[in-house]
């Protein structure tokens, strides 16, 4: 099935450093979300956006939904332990049809 | 609020045996959705309901996969009989308006 362009694959930083991560596609998206997953656990809802240009954020997470409609990143600020995990976007075309296009994640590891 | 609940949150089985998930989505949402996560594929939308009904059940893998919504409150994702390649964590979101889904914890299956 499609799925997106989601980059990079996997990042190691420094506790306190910056992040960002990306997803594109080839069709244009009407949604974006950015869901975090733990291990064990189900993807949880970060960001959810809804407007070409949007900027939204959520305490150190700050997303955008491109003016293309066609891209969508996610920052996140000054890095804490707690940030490990894998970071997937989603997109959900026009019309009727409520399916998810979803990347395949950006594994994050955080050296404290 | 109670979140999306499944069980088992744990299966592990032989080959050949009958194998149902179940789900429980969070009340007033009128969505659900069935997906399948490997490490190969990601994750895989399977199957999903609106108002109890399904709309798009083109992920599900084969005949051996079945999925039902009695009512607002419960669904079953059936698989008879079990391969070893059905092994994979197994996720129930819910959604009003079919957005924003909140993810259940997951089931991991395992076929022997």
């Known amino acids: 099935g499609q799925q997106l362009n989601q980059s990079p694959q996997s990042m190691f930083i420094q506790e306190g450093e910056d992040v960002s991560m990306n997803c594109t596609s080839s069709s244009i998206f009407n949604t974006w979300l950015w869901y975090k997953q733990d291990p064990g656990e189900g993807p949880v809802l970060l960001i959810a956006l809804y407007k070409a240009g949007e900027l939204t954020s959520n305490g150190r997470l700050t997303a955008q939904f491109g003016i293309t409609r066609k891209d969508s990143f996610l920052n996140i600020s000054a890095s804490i332990p707690s940030d490990v995990g894998i970071y997937f976007c989603?997109?959900?075309?026009?019309?009727?049809?409520?399916?998810?296009?979803w990347g395949l994640g950006t594994s994050l590891a955080v050296n404290p | 609020d109670a979140g999306v609940i499944q069980s088992p949150r744990h299966e592990v089985t032989e080959m050949g045996q009958e194998v149902t998930l179940r789900c429980k989505p969070i009340s007033g949402h009128d969505y659900l959705f069935w997906y399948r996560q490997t490490m190969m594929r990601g994750l895989e939308l399977l199957i999903y309901?609106?108002?109890?009904?399904?709309?798009?059940d083109s992920g599900m893998p084969e005949d051996r996969f079945s999925a039902k919504m009695p009512n607002a409150s419960f669904s079953t994702l059936k698989i008879q009989p079990s391969e070893p390649r059905d092994s994979a964590v197994y996720f129930c979101a819910s959604s009003y308006y079919g957005q924003e889904q909140y993810f259940g914890p997951g089931t991991r299956l395992t076929v022997t």
């Open positions: 309901f609106n108002n109890n009904v399904p709309i798009d």
């Open positions: 989603a997109g959900q075309g026009a019309g009727n049809n409520r399916k998810l296009i």
